[in-house]
């Protein structure tokens, strides 16, 4: 009814409603026909049921009388058993204790026996590890010291243990002790069998860290620390250490390395190999890295910190290359790849590299190659003696620059990323360098000043900066933004921007791409870098435009005067008598012999470059042409209609005539621009 309240009208749930309930009572009735005798004798079979059932209640409490009574016996006796059960678990436990003790007290007792010691002094005799007796002494010790401490172990935090203690640390002690220095012997005497035997003791009783500091200080130390001094270079130091661990450290890096391969075997090997071969290796011990490794480090921060100095970056540089040269080496001697990286992962590895101040170090070489370029920049047009093949100071900066951050005095590893960014931003620097470049104004001055010899057609054109003439020196004159600059030196900005843009793409592949190789680098690294170099050049070749651009003003602005030259032309020919022209004005030779001796000027430049220049300049200057033309154009007819008007007011012939005269002046002058 509720789902249908929503959706069904009232008068509709009503009617089903009614039909529903029709169908029960119909249904209903059906029941009681069919079993119409089971409903009549409904009532007569419930007579005496209420006496039957008090003739059973007395019964039913009885029984659950009884069964309270055997319930409460029953718990009864549970409760006593679990407490027997109790008492005899923690008998056991006291036995078992009471066991483990006498065991522990046997074991102490026997321990004590075969070290000689006194249970009451806690003094040992004789044992000391210098024979074969008493390794075999110190192999039993080590068996049984391995159940006590495993039984001590089981019964921890007990008033006996405590109390035995004393004897424990004893018997530790002298087991100690007399390892040590069969430990020693062994190694004074160089012997396979006794140091393997010392070793898989040092192993069992799981004191590897012992052993390790126990030939660190007794070895490692003594032979190291005069090696390792102030007064010593690195030159001597890096080679005495590996001479060390060739002799001294060959036959226990080979008994205790589980991989042998023919490289190592050969550069540590120095006794039989017989002997160590038949010898099992003995796992969880690394001398390498634990005990030579560790000493090294310590002696070097403490006894050479000055070779981590970065003040001179060029000693420095040496240390550091000849330091991860000895790392190199060292990883080498060390035989799995676990043990490199343990060495990589040991506290001392990471302290000695966080000793090199990489960054200070980069700082210096940033400062020392960006200032000079940013020096040269704020005179780039010096001339320079060069083998790179460019003309500009500028340019030849920015290259060696470029070679520098990636030559083998300068460059590291580590600081690739940083070294690819002053890459790019050297080239960023240059490109913003050459996007400020300005035309000199002096030149248009010294334009302008030779426009009336010029006009005449007897001047020679305007001197103008030549390949020849041009000394680097920037500029001579006029702005003082320090960013102006001659038609030559221009011309040589474009050819080293040229030369530049071929350049690159080589110096990428061979240079800097090996090198990002050599540091692991993904192949989206370097294809992110190859990028980074794409868009630099894509930079460079936008600059060609608007330096062509500026050439091309260059030649335009020194010919524009011969342009200009045109505006004379009807003076010469009004009030005059003058013959029309058949030559052309001396003007446009002369211009033309300005764009040829340009062209022969720089004839040097490829002809593509000289060709643009040229064509870009005579677009300009005929358009220049074209506006002067018309101007003239239009100031003689202006001319013509005014005296036309004289003419019409002025009947006299004095006027006619002189109005012939000019007209005739007029119309040789039109002849003239057109030719």
Known sequence: ????????????????????????????????????????????????????????????????????????????????????????????????????????????????????????????????????????????????????????????????????????????????????????????????????????????????????????????????????????????????????????????????????????????????????????????????????????????????????????????????????????????????????????????????????????????????????????????????????????????TLWSSLEKCWSDSVYLQALSHRFWKLTLQILSRYCSWASELQLEQSIVESGKESSSSVCSGTGSRPRSDSPSDYNGGGSSGGSSAGLTASCAQLVDVVLDTDQLLNKLPPFLSSEIQPRLLACNSSPQQISACVDGMLESRLALKQLQPKLNQLISDFLCQECLVYVESARTVPRLYRHTNRAAPTEPSAYIATLARRVQTFAEEYRHCARAFVESWCNASLSQLCVRYKAVVSDILVSVKKTEDSMQRLKRTRRSTVAANATTANGAGDDSAAADLSD
């Open 1 to 396: 009814i509720s789902s249908c309240r929503r959706r069904v009208s009232l008068e509709s749930l009503h009617e089903d409603l009614s039909v529903h309930y029709k169908a029960l009572k119909n249904a209903m009735m059906e029941l009681i026909n069919k079993d119409y005798a089971d409903f009549v004798s409904l009532s007569s079979s419930l007579v005496g049921l209420e006496k039957e059932i008090g003739d059973i209640l007395v019964p039913l409490g009885q029984l659950q009388e009884e069964v309270s009574m055997v319930k409460m016996t029953v718990d009864t006796a549970r409760g006593k058993l679990e407490r027997l059960l109790a008492q005899r678990a923690d008998f056991v436990k006291k036995k078992a204790a009471l066991e483990r003790y006498l065991v522990i007290s046997q074991k102490i007792d026997s321990i004590e026996q075969l070290l000689r010691l006194d249970g009451q002094n806690l003094t040992s005799a004789a044992v000391s590890g210098e024979d074969s007796d008493d390794e075999d002494v110190l192999e039993r010790v080590t068996s049984a010291f391995n159940e006590l401490q495993f039984q001590v172990e089981q019964a921890e935090n007990s008033a006996f243990v405590s109390a035995i203690t004393p004897r424990i640390s004893a018997i530790t002690s002298s087991l100690q002790s007399g390892l040590q220095k069969s430990f020693q012997a062994g190694l004074v005497s160089n012997d396979s069998q006794r140091l393997h035997r010392c070793l898989r003791t040092y192993s069992a009783i799981d004191r590897t860290s012992a052993v390790e500091a126990i030939f660190r200080t007794s070895v490692v130390r003594p032979h190291l620390s005069p090696v390792i001094s102030s007064r010593s270079s690195l030159d001597d130091i890096y080679p005495a250490v590996l001479d060390f661990v060739h002799t001294q450290c060959a036959t226990l890096v080979t008994l205790t390395s589980s991989f042998q391969s023919s490289a190592s075997v050969s550069a540590l090997s120095t006794a039989p190999v017989e002997s160590k071969s038949s010898l099992a290796n003995i796992q969880g011990i690394d001398f390498l890295v634990n005990a030579v490794w560790p000493e090294v480090v310590s002696l070097l921060c403490s006894q050479t910190p000055t070779i981590f100095a970065a003040g001179n970056p060029d000693v420095f540089r040496e240390n550091y290359t000849k330091t991860i040269d000895f790392l190199g080496t060292f990883e080498r001697l060390c035989r799995t790849q676990a043990s490199v990286k343990r060495l990589r992962n040991h506290a001392s590895y990471q302290q000695l590299m966080s000793k090199w101040s990489l960054p200070v170090y980069f700082q210096l070489r940033f400062q020392e190659i960006a200032w000079a370029l940013e020096e040269v920049l704020a005179n780039a047009f010096v001339p320079r003696a060069d083998q790179s093949g460019f003309r500009c100071a500028a340019t030849c």
